[in-house]
């Protein structure tokens, strides 16, 4: 069984490839008499797209999406809605040095051990790219959430070994990078610029807050709130771990410590990060990622080629220097995509 | 949809509560002709009980499992398992004053909130007892792992603050808290006996490795190995965070420094925690989790009853100090079932 | 994938053999607050028991069902159900001489070829005993329709090739067959006792009608109210064909004679059986389902054993003539499952 | 959970609406290596066109199919097919004075019910356009098939109540009806010819006939292959009926009529249809489906339209007389897409 499918009752189907025609979702089961306009996904589309410096590479990526189905009368009908965004920057020729050669750190050399054939043009299937097609179908996730007044929001709290010392919420929109901490974004910025020129990346921490999320969301045993958000942030490319509320920092803390106390208001603190037993609590819902640097690097790195044969790799290009920002609103988009799900499935047996 | 199955091929629906008739799983999907005995079962069964003294709880919990259908002459049939666990010694009258009263760090309100009824007998659905039918179920999908020379193996790598600093493995085996460092786990064992006098808990953190894993399994974009190991470690109730590989500590590692470096013999290193674009790479799989600390504390808390109205809280009766070591078969368990499960989607799409 | 489950949000999973310990269902997605007890379910299946005479054989089966967990307070609480049925009449030793002989019209070949191994005492997973844990499932499914006045009745319109020629409702309960029209019922009990003594079975054809389902259940396209009804019933051992409302009448008729005309109350006709492009129309739902003859017959039969060898087998023991009228309860409960899932399916997408 | 996807492992999900921009298919879970062309695809879709006379109206539908993911070199990728094919014959003027009416056999009152929004432009997504997407899909499955040299053929056994009397399999290719008997063919379109003149619709009965099949596919209980085939072919709007092998006819028949004797070749007689206990038997898997008359017919109908008003209606238009031939590749598709999943499944357990 393959896994492009995510969700259960709110189900998404990401397809293509970095280099083929097109990337795009299929959703099936958002509900009726939505108004859902190219230019709401266009939105979030748009946030992930490459800037023109910094972390970022370059390369200009005008994603356009077009809803191919689903709609009538600007409306959602609760038919399949088919959102495809085609390629049109696509230079395959200049992937052909890779063609047998596997790239450390990159899925080169496991899709060909899984399907015993690859797409080697900017990792094929394997691509961020194929986020694009999150992302979309994540703004179709807002939409329903927002009836609700749920709002999620992911930002950078460290990013090269610098962490945040602040919190100003207003300032998310205000750097490239996401950063609620204005002078820690502005010394990111100069290690991303130090970094590019010593050929390498870097990694970082995003977290992502969803707000008004209602309590009663999850569903034990094995598809808790946490559980399913876990799955959904993990399967993006580069992240490698997943903490919920306190997470990793409650491994070393007493019970005393990390439990929040009940208040006729609800709880005087949110160290559970608003999930209890795997049920959202009412309270703010709060997880973090760990973002690997990213793999492709300027500088030589060792390898092998199909063959099995040692070889050296020297990765040039058009790269971004860190996931950081182009990961944010996909982050968004999972927790947007889980959230939704989760949503309709309490609908169905409450 | 409610959420008590897991995996897509191998199928496990655990049921049953704390304190009623019993607990079970029922297993469909596993592959004909497995010599499959109680006594198998038992003995993963055994390894999660209580011991006598230290972090867990002196409760007798003699769980006997029963094979109730799905076995001919000594071998699975490709039928669905059926294994049941009845429950010998619940003395329900004990939590009668916790019937209207919401316990702190645990799932008391939200289950009410979500489904509007509880049982309140010993956290109900949501009680660690419930685990016993994973780590049976579990024992089944080992077996079936044990065939292609799979081996699992989860262990403490910290407790209370006091990290290993060694890793023994051998030691594993030797040590009530499975912990591969003997002489951490002495002053763990401290820690521990200094903690059950403040009246509080201890978290920790667990690490699980997966040996023999052929390369190839894992189902990208959504389904991925990563992923799906973290759905399964945080769907524990005590899990708080999960990390592959290098995990977070990657979050401040430049690209050269986390990529794993491709070799004639496979990788140079193993950073990656033997996962590449979600699909094993053929090296160990690692996995580690935060452990939050118990929530049920014998000093007074803060909390309301059903009412709202704010009471104080004080829970005795026989509990552990700490998650681990009960939850390292847990671990296992999740683990196993995880890797059974994707081994024979990849054979379906192969 | 094993095919044990049954709905996509009540969700059934039965287990179970012929002559294993016990066979049973878990339920996981009905929903909390329902007033359940082991008495409701044990009325339906009391239905599916074997009478004293006529078409059913003589065995005695007294299925007496526990609920093992999902309950509390006499309550459904959201949490699995698990159900159990107790073998106590086995008789395994009597199937000693079928252990390498292959019964014609039964699955013991294709079991062994599909899995390999195969229980042989009873017909194993195969025997329709499995279906008391679907009755016993089916029964929690309709006391969720029973909320909203849906009802869901079976009844017998042809045996061995005597159709009925009125449809008195109230004659239901009053014979054994679970026939609408007295008189047919009483020559239907003459051919069984006459195929009785020629050591030959008969098929028969019934007929479900649930009343009361409201518009718009079903999921188009795949999912269609029509197909799913048709699966649930096809997946019945002796079921061989489906139709719905003129089924294959319709095939002979034209638009003009098959259509039904709209009326301000509704429809002036229900030729349609209740469904419009995979949609309830909130009209009686009708479906019919060819049975076919039972396949042990007390007759010398040409087969084959294990090593392909030509033998002759002729079937003694304890057989029931037709799988009407057991197979009554059955269709109800599979058509109660069906709704019950669709009517939940509804819920989550609107 | 809307119904829009297909399959288990081999996963089908269309979309699209008859007068949208577009329908397509997204498949998830093809192997990879299979050598699959926009031909191959076009070569089905082509039988699907409407004819220039009889029982097809004279719309033109130059259905051109892309493969907008999922290939590389030629071949398949295991990472998911994206198939489109771009509306360009849409008049959604023609419908607007449907828009407030109830067409009587169609959907357009259901899918209101259940979506509270229809799209009324030729039937929106219940148009018959849809199965489209579904032969496009079908021809990817088809091919996996042709591996195992299974093929799939589907044919008219009667049409306006005229039926077959011989069955030469070479004339299949030769009539426009896909009829083995080319004199009923001839009596079948005088039929058409007249109804048309007459203002009215015919229906049929198609038989599907899939050979080398396997022993062994088909997953007990619920998702026997019978049971899963007649999910597939109820799910095709015009369906009302499904049976298999002897299908309606056992009902009528003894055990000893009906059961297939075992012969060391194999079966002496195959009144089964090929499946034993909802597993493949080795012998050919027969069905037929019972189709309704088109509902929409140019002679005067009763409905009422959105405010329950009675209202007279008369569908004009280019319509079909009989939804045979068209339905016949739609079927032979529903069967290969059950039997390449099918085929999957049994791989994955065993």
Redesign the interface.
Known sequence: ??????G??F?V?????SH?????A?I??????LFLTPELIQHDLDRRRPGTGGAASPRQEPDRV????????G?T??????L?IFNKDAHSKSYDHLKEI?R????D???L???????HRGG???SAR?TAARVAAGAVARLLLSKQQITVTAFTV?L??IAITQRDMAAIGQNRLFCPDPEAAAQMEEKIAA?RK?C??????VEIVAKNCP??????????L??????????I?AV?????????????????????????SGF?SNR??G????????DDIVARV????????A?E????DRD???VTIKIGGRHDISAIPRIIPVCEAMVCLTLADHL???????
Request: proline share 7%; with cysteine.
């Open positions: 069984m393959a896994g492009n499918t995510f259960a009752v189900r189907t990401t397809w293509g490839e083929g025609t097109a990337v795009g299929t099936d089961g958002c509900p009726p008499g077009e809803i191919l189905s689903g709609i009538f009368a409306q009908t609760g038919t399949p809605i088919s495809a596997f450390p750190g990159h899925g050399i496991t899709y051990k899984k399907y015993g054939i690859r797409d094929g299937r394997a194929e460290a090269g070994g970094t010593a390498d990346t870097l990694g970082g921490i309590a009663g969301i999850g569903e034990p045993v094995f598809d808790k946490d559980g399913e958000l876990a799955r959904a942030l993990m399967s490319g490698k771990g997943v903490e919920i509320g306190n997470g990793f920092a409650a491994a070393a803390l007493t019970g005393s410590q990390n439990n929040d106390p009940l208040i006729p005087a559970s990060g999930i209890l037993a795997g049920i959202s609590n009412g760990a973002v690997k640097p990213i793999p492709s690097i500088m790195q060792q390898s092998i099995g044969q040692p309709l499935r309490q609908r169905a047996i409450s």
